[in-house]
Protein backbone atom coordinates (compact mmCIF):
# COMPACT_ATOMS: atom_id res chain seq x y z
CA UNK A 1 0.00 0.00 0.00
CA UNK A 2 1.64 3.36 -1.17
CA UNK A 3 2.45 5.21 1.93
CA UNK A 4 0.70 8.65 1.89
CA UNK A 5 -2.86 6.79 0.50
CA UNK A 6 -1.76 5.11 4.14
CA UNK A 7 -1.18 8.27 5.78
CA UNK A 8 -4.45 9.60 4.62
CA UNK A 9 -6.51 6.81 5.53
CA UNK A 10 -5.60 6.98 9.15
CA UNK A 11 -7.20 10.80 9.30
CA UNK A 12 -10.44 9.65 8.11
CA UNK A 13 -12.36 11.83 10.54
CA UNK A 14 -10.28 14.68 10.90
CA UNK A 15 -10.20 18.27 10.43
CA UNK A 16 -8.20 19.23 7.33
CA UNK A 17 -7.96 21.78 4.85
CA UNK A 18 -7.74 21.31 1.04
CA UNK A 19 -5.99 24.25 -1.02
CA UNK A 20 -6.86 23.51 -5.07
CA UNK A 21 -4.96 24.51 -7.95
CA UNK A 22 -7.68 27.44 -8.57
CA UNK A 23 -7.03 28.65 -5.16
CA UNK A 24 -9.77 27.38 -3.54
CA UNK A 25 -9.38 26.88 -0.01
CA UNK A 26 -12.02 24.22 1.88
CA UNK A 27 -11.83 23.10 5.18
CA UNK A 28 -13.67 19.92 6.53
CA UNK A 29 -13.65 16.54 7.65
CA UNK A 30 -11.77 13.94 5.88
CA UNK A 31 -14.33 11.54 5.00
CA UNK A 32 -12.66 9.32 3.14
CA UNK A 33 -9.46 8.84 0.66
CA UNK A 34 -8.31 6.48 -2.38
CA UNK A 35 -5.20 5.31 -3.53
CA UNK A 36 -5.18 8.14 -6.68
CA UNK A 37 -5.78 10.93 -2.92
CA UNK A 38 -9.17 11.67 -3.97
CA UNK A 39 -10.87 13.25 -1.38
CA UNK A 40 -14.40 13.21 0.06
CA UNK A 41 -14.58 15.93 2.82
CA UNK A 42 -17.84 16.06 5.04
CA UNK A 43 -19.21 19.99 6.88
CA UNK A 44 -17.25 22.10 4.48
CA UNK A 45 -16.77 25.72 4.78
CA UNK A 46 -14.38 28.11 2.87
CA UNK A 47 -11.98 31.04 4.41
CA UNK A 48 -13.34 33.19 2.42
CA UNK A 49 -17.35 33.18 2.11
CA UNK A 50 -17.62 36.52 0.01
CA UNK A 51 -15.15 35.17 -2.97
CA UNK A 52 -16.86 31.94 -3.20
CA UNK A 53 -20.53 32.63 -2.15
CA UNK A 54 -21.60 29.59 -4.39
CA UNK A 55 -19.70 27.35 -1.94
CA UNK A 56 -21.85 28.08 0.92
CA UNK A 57 -25.02 26.09 0.19
CA UNK A 58 -22.20 23.37 -0.14
CA UNK A 59 -22.16 20.58 2.73
CA UNK A 60 -20.72 17.49 1.24
CA UNK A 61 -18.06 17.46 -1.65
CA UNK A 62 -15.65 14.84 -3.66
CA UNK A 63 -12.24 16.25 -4.89
CA UNK A 64 -10.04 14.74 -7.47
CA UNK A 65 -6.75 14.24 -6.60
CA UNK A 66 -5.41 15.80 -9.85
CA UNK A 67 -6.36 19.07 -8.48
CA UNK A 68 -4.87 19.43 -5.30
CA UNK A 69 -1.96 21.29 -4.66
CA UNK A 70 -1.72 21.20 -0.58
CA UNK A 71 -3.59 19.74 1.91
CA UNK A 72 -3.13 21.12 5.44
CA UNK A 73 -3.09 19.04 8.48
CA UNK A 74 -3.92 19.11 12.01
CA UNK A 75 -0.03 19.35 13.76
CA UNK A 76 -0.71 16.80 15.86
CA UNK A 77 -1.93 14.40 14.62
CA UNK A 78 1.26 14.14 11.96
CA UNK A 79 3.93 11.63 13.95
CA UNK A 80 6.88 12.99 11.69
CA UNK A 81 9.18 10.18 13.08
CA UNK A 82 7.27 7.63 12.18
CA UNK A 83 6.70 9.50 8.53
CA UNK A 84 10.45 9.90 8.10
CA UNK A 85 11.02 5.83 8.82
CA UNK A 86 8.50 4.50 7.23
CA UNK A 87 9.69 6.74 4.23
CA UNK A 88 13.26 5.66 4.46
CA UNK A 89 12.11 1.95 4.52
CA UNK A 90 9.83 2.25 1.00
CA UNK A 91 13.37 4.02 -0.23
CA UNK A 92 14.93 1.12 0.54
CA UNK A 93 12.40 -1.84 -0.42
CA UNK A 94 12.50 0.66 -4.34
CA UNK A 95 16.34 0.16 -4.46
CA UNK A 96 16.89 -3.33 -3.67
CA UNK A 97 18.16 -5.03 -6.70
CA UNK A 98 15.41 -7.47 -8.82
CA UNK A 99 16.41 -10.78 -9.00
CA UNK A 100 16.24 -12.29 -12.37
CA UNK A 101 13.73 -14.90 -12.99
CA UNK A 102 15.56 -17.92 -14.70
Not at 5 to 26: A, P, Q, R, T
Not at 82 to 98: F, H, M, S, Y
Request: with cysteine.
Amino acid sequence: MPLFYSFFKSLVGKEVIVELKNDLCICGTLDSVDQYLNVKLNDISVPDPDKYPHMLSVRNCFIRGSVVRYVQLPAEEVDTVLLQDATRKEVAQGKQPQKSAS
